[in-house]
Nanobody, 114 residues
């Protein structure tokens, strides 16, 4: 059964950093793009970043451009989201998504607070 499992969330102070991980299983990870989304309380889920299947191209939403870095290690079936210079507006549940598979993870909570 194909699945995505996120980890690495937590509580961090403004200006701090976190690295999220997304471990895939049950499908050929290296053949598919990976996307991160987030959903803040009371808001719709929004796209954050995408990395292509071989990692050659990345794209970012404007609010995170220059602060977040998406990457992947296909040998480990793992994608990452490095988040730097965090602020309160980054507080959300972060989800890993394989769009061509229609596969979502269950999410990991990120809270940015003094």
């Amino acid at each position: 059964q194909a699945r995505l499992v996120e980890s690495g969330g937590g509580l961090v102070q403004p200006g701090g950093s976190l690295r999220l991980s997304c471990v895939a299983s049950g499908y050929p990870f290296s053949d598919y793009d990976i996307t991160w989304y987030r959903q803040a309380p009371g808001k719709e889920r929004e796209w954050v970043a995408t990395v292509t299947s071989r990692g050659g191209m990345t794209r970012y939403a404007d609010p995170v451009e220059g602060r977040f870095t998406i990457s992947r290690e296909n040998a480990k079936n793992t994608a990452y989201l490095q988040m730097d210079s965090l602020n309160s507006e980054d507080t959300a549940v972060y989800y890993c998504y394989a769009p061509s598979r229609g596969l979502w993870g269950r999410g990991t909570q990120v809270t940015v607070s003094p």
